[in-house]
């Protein structure tokens, strides 16, 4: 530790372990709990740190006076017409980096809990229609939803906001957007959300802190009550003792080993960033599960490298945004009021057409002054796809999004959004301004880069369990719920084939 204080040299370690899995979203959360209630020791390393949360805790930074704790080692800022700005706080191991691309940025989280940590917690099902349009048959629609897609919503513990806190003054812009839906011919159903709504209640009463009932909640919840994969499968997953999760633990490279076995090369870092102690991890067993950007990057490095001979030609390709678009909508017709609860209640799904079908809600501004606005954001199927290619002047992979790509989806979300906020609004679409997802989908695919049960195609010991598996979309809904019921059914294939044989 003095060394590394002092710039002098940072030890190596060595460690082994028969299950490594990088990354502690819903890929990760979903493989380590279930390979431990199989009986195999798991160690989980996360980059970031742990986000604990309770009532009236100040644990999470705030969209309105944001610090250090929003942004991962100093990620610049990115804005409209001002190109790349610098993050005016001190490098700190924050919630959100900025991952940029040509012609499309990627916005990834850090810490033990991963995207779930400030995903607003939308959580949808697609219909087995949509399902089959944009994802591999052979997964089994009606398994994955007789099994799958339950596990998933009982260990989220999903529920639907409550009528006495939508019809609350707080949520005036949730109503206003249902009813102009519905006005526009739209169907709009509640959403179901990993939220335990008392806690929203309770601040409603004054009994908490505001924290769902501002809007306050864009960089997580400070007061509980979220059920994130930090409180829900890792919390489950750490209970059984079989299960470390090493928290700061940053994944610079991995490679296969001489005995064809794992190694995983890490820099144990402090929230600043500087590097304690280096570590060479060997592993039977090797989950990426860092997100689509992190899964993917460290596995093309690996193979411009030569680290991983052989991995299969269809690494990088197969990228997709979800379709993410961005809306503001400021209503001189009616006010929204301020502040404006969150962080969704209702959603207006158009699915009849698996090959259009969108999704678009109605998401709360941070505690603002009453400005008369507040966002909509769209979702859906799109066929553009882009890819990443390796830069060897940086030894990193770069994200190619073609020009115009998602023009058609953002054209019917766009007709969407004008129809639902009516005449005497304005929308102003921010995507299209400043081209940018909190979804991205692909890189290391069923199908073409990996089986269903994320095999990696001639690599034994070698998965990918997260974002990365996914084709491009996630058929018109958050990926959250499709991702961990995909982990959901490939552990279970993974426990029944590959335990106790391949590691």
Known sequence: TDAAASGGRVRTSREEHRVVVIGSGFGGG??????????????????GIRWPT?????????????????????????LPGLGQLPVPFEPYTGLLERVPGRGMDIICAAGVGGGSLVYQGMTL????????????????????????????????????????LIDSETYTAAR??????????????????PIDWDYALAELDGRMTPSYTNGDCAFGVNNG?????????????????RVTVATLHHVTEVARAADGR??????????????????????????????????????????????????????????????????????????????????????????????????????????????????LVGYGVSPDRGRFHYDPHVDDVVLHWPH?????????IDTRIGEIAGFGSVELD????????????????????CDLAGRVRGQRGLYVLDGALLPGTAAACNPSMTIAAVAERATDELIARDVGTVF
């Open 225 to 241: 009550g979220k059920h994130s994969v930090d409180v829900t499968y890792l919390a489950e997953a750490e209970a059984t003792g």
């Open 125 to 164: 099902q697609p219909t087995a229609e949509v399902f089959h349009a944009t994802l591999p048959e052979q997964l089994d629609y009606d398994r994955m939803d007789r099994d799958h897609y339950r596990r998933v919503a009982r260990m989220l513990r999903l529920e639907t906001a409550p009528d006495r």
């Open 54 to 78: 309770g009532p009236n805790a100040e644990t999470f930074p705030h969209a309105t006076s944001p610090d250090k704790r929003a942004f991962w080692l100093g990620s610049p800022l990115s």
């Open 262 to 375: 794992w190694q995983v090369f890490v820099d144990r870092i402090g929230t600043d960033g500087t590097v304690w102690e280096k570590k060479i991890l060997t592993t039977d067993a090797l989950v990426m599960a860092a997100g689509t950007t992190g899964t993917t990057r460290l596995l093309m490095r690996a193979q411009a490298r030569d680290r991983i001979p052989d991995l299969p030609d269809g690494l990088g390709e197969n990228w997709g945004s979800n379709g993410d678009r961005i809306h503001t909508w400021t209503n001189l017709a009616d006010d929204f009021g301020s502040p404006q609860g969150g962080p969704v209640v209702y959603s207006s799904k158009e699915w009849h057409d698996p090959a259009s079908a969108n999704t678009v809600i109605q998401a709360s501004l941070p505690p603002l002054p009453n400005l008369r606005t507040t966002m």
């Open 176 to 193: 206003v957007f249902a009813r102009n839906a519905a006005r526009a011919g739209y169907a709009v159903d509640k959403v179901p959300m």
């Open 430 to 449: 921010t995507t299209s301004l400043y081209p940018n997802t909190w979804h991205p989908l692909g890189g290391a695919s069923m199908g073409t880069v």
């Open 404 to 412: 115009g790509g998602d023009a058609a989806l953002a054209r019917r």
């Open 30 to 47: 979903v493989t380590a709990l279930r390979l431990a209630q199989a009986g195999v020791p798991v160690h989980v390393l996360e980059r």
